[in-house]
């Protein structure tokens, strides 16, 4: 069995925060933003009958650090956590829990900023957001435990909104895109669906 410990690796996905330049407009060389939020879970394999395997939506914890690389580009890296239950659904008995897992989000990718914009007085940037990296699964069982990691892409947006000076209110909603490793979890060579799995959080983005 590998270590649980093997989400380390997601530290050099930030390991870059050296490399910060300032901006031309504000000297900021880098964001580090922690947030909190709730994560729904796609489906990860769908069997006959209308039985499916996923995770049961969790909280979610997490720290995002950003480089700007221009004045409306920024390069970010993110590590997250969550932790649910494994879910097998079955039609009319909803779902019913086969295990637990904690999971780790590691990815680094762009975020472009839209400028800055009012909504009545408070000041706020909206941004998009596109990178890769990966999912890295711990999984305890009845009997046994066990760890599966896949690549996944991400997609999202969200808001920044001024709080007070050098912090902002951060609220994102991001896609995690990928297929569970059946192979790392069981050795079998089953092959899942992609899945679409929501992350909806809130954190407050500090200057530096």
């Known amino acids: ?10 530290a050099s996905v930030i390991a870059a925060g050296s490399l910060g330049a300032q901006t031309p407009e504000s000297g900021t060389t880098m964001h580090v933003t922690p947030y909190v939020g709730y994560m729904v879970f796609g489906d990860y394999l769908k069997g006959p009958l209308g039985t499916s395997l996923t995770n049961s939506p969790g909280l979610m914890y997490g720290t995002q650090l950003s480089l700007p690389l221009a004045p409306n580009l920024s390069l970010v890296g993110n590590i997250g956590y ?16 086969a295990g637990h897992s904690t999971m780790y989000m590691y990815d680094a990718g762009l975020e472009y900023s839209f400028g800055r914009a009012k909504s009545g007085s408070i000041p706020f940037t909206p941004f998009v957001t596109a990178g890769v990296g990966a999912m890295h699964y711990n999984i305890d069982e009845d009997i046994a435990t066990t760890t599966a990691t896949n690549l996944a892409g991400n997609v999202g947006l969200g808001a920044d909104f001024v709080v007070g000076r050098g912090v902002a209110l951060r609220l994102m909603a991001k896609d995690y895109i990928g297929q569970f490793n059946f192979q790392d979890a069981t050795g079998l060579g089953l092959t899942g669906q992609t899945a679409n799995n929501f992350a909806l959080t809130a954190g407050l983005k500090f200057d530096f």
């Open 82 to 97: 969550t932790s649910s239950d494994i879910s097998i659904g079955v039609p009319f008995l909803g779902g019913i829990s």
């Open 1 to 10: 069995m590998r270590s649980i410990r093997s989400f380390a690796v997601a």
